[in-house]
């Protein structure tokens, strides 16, 4: 996978509801929330995104590891057909939502 184009990491939240990247004269507002009644949904939203680097490179790293072979995922140890295409299914959406972090597929 090619490298991501996104503003770099870490992100975090800085002030009410607005989500910044870097510090001083550095720093840049990567987004900001609305909350609308119960701000819990707009808690979990802001967390979300604030991760949202750290959740892409994870991701990448272990589709590297499945993608070379060194993580099987559990499909080399069943020879059941039912779960070799759910783990099929389960890399198959995560390149896909690699691809999607990364500007490659269509949102």
Same mark, same amino acid.
């Given at each position: 996978?090619?490298?991501?184009?996104?503003?770099?990491?870490? /992100?975090? %939240?800085?002030?009410?509801?607005? *989500?910044?990247?870097?510090?001083?004269? #550095?720093? %840049?507002? *990567? $987004?900001? @929330?609305?909350? /609308?009644?119960? $701000?819990?949904?707009? #808690?979990?939203?802001?967390? @979300?995104?604030?991760? &949202?680097?750290?959740?892409?490179?994870?991701?990448?790293?272990?589709?590297?590891? *499945? #993608?070379?072979?060194? @993580?099987?995922?559990?499909?080399?140890?069943? #020879?059941?057909?039912?779960?070799?295409? &759910? $783990?099929?299914?389960? *890399?198959?959406?995560? &390149?896909?939502?690699?691809?999607?972090?990364?500007?490659?597929?269509?949102?």
């Amino acid at each position: 996978m090619t490298a991501p184009t996104f503003t770099p990491g870490p /992100w975090r %939240r800085v002030g009410h509801r607005t *989500i910044a990247a870097g510090t001083g004269p #550095d720093m %840049r507002t *990567i $987004c900001e @929330l609305y909350s /609308w009644g119960d $701000c819990t949904e707009a #808690d979990g939203n802001e967390a @979300l995104i604030a991760a &949202a680097p750290e959740l892409h490179a994870a991701a990448a790293e272990v589709f590297a590891w *499945i #993608d070379c072979g060194f @993580l099987t995922v559990g499909v080399l140890a069943d #020879d059941s057909p039912a779960r070799a295409a &759910a $783990c099929g299914r389960a *890399i198959d959406a995560l &390149a896909a939502a690699l691809g999607k972090a990364s500007g490659r597929a269509a949102s």
